[in-house]
Nanobody, 123 residues
Framework: QVQLVESGGGLVQAGGSLRLSCAAS????????MGWFRQAPGKERESLAV????????VYLDSVKDRFTFSRDDAKSTVYLQMNSLKPEDTADYYC????????????????WGQGTQVTVSS
């Protein structure tokens, strides 16, 4: 079975950093586009970025472009989200996803989802 397991979330003060990891199993990792998403309470899910098979990220959310770094390590079947200069508005559940195609809007058409890891940024 395909599993995506996020880790690294937690409570951090504004201005701090966290690195999230998403470990994938049960799929040929290098064949998949990997995406990061987040959803804050009462808000719609946001697509943060997609990392291509070549490791090139496409970051969709302007508010994180200068603070978040997206990467993948195919040898470890893991995708990472390095979050710096965290702000309270970054508080959300963060999800990784795997897919094989893009939607018409350019976002990842996810086939598999992780269960999420919570990030809380205090001020």
């Amino acid at each position: 079975q395909v599993q995506l397991v996020e880790s690294g979330g937690g409570l951090v003060q504004a201005g701090g950093s966290l690195r999230l990891s998403c470990a994938a199993s049960g799929l040929t990792f290098s064949n998949y586009l990997m995406g990061w998403f987040r959803q804050a309470p009462g808000k719609e899910r946001e697509s943060l970025a997609v990392i291509s098979g070549s490791g090139i990220p496409t970051v969709y959310l302007d508010s994180v472009k200068d603070r978040f770094t997206f990467s993948r390590d195919d040898a470890k079947s893991t995708v990472y989200l390095q979050m710096n200069s965290l702000k309270p508005e970054d508080t959300a559940d963060y999800y990784c996803a795997a897919g094989r195609a893009y939607r018409a809007n350019g976002r990842l058409a996810a086939d598999y989802w992780g269960q999420g890891t919570q990030v809380t940024v205090s001020s």
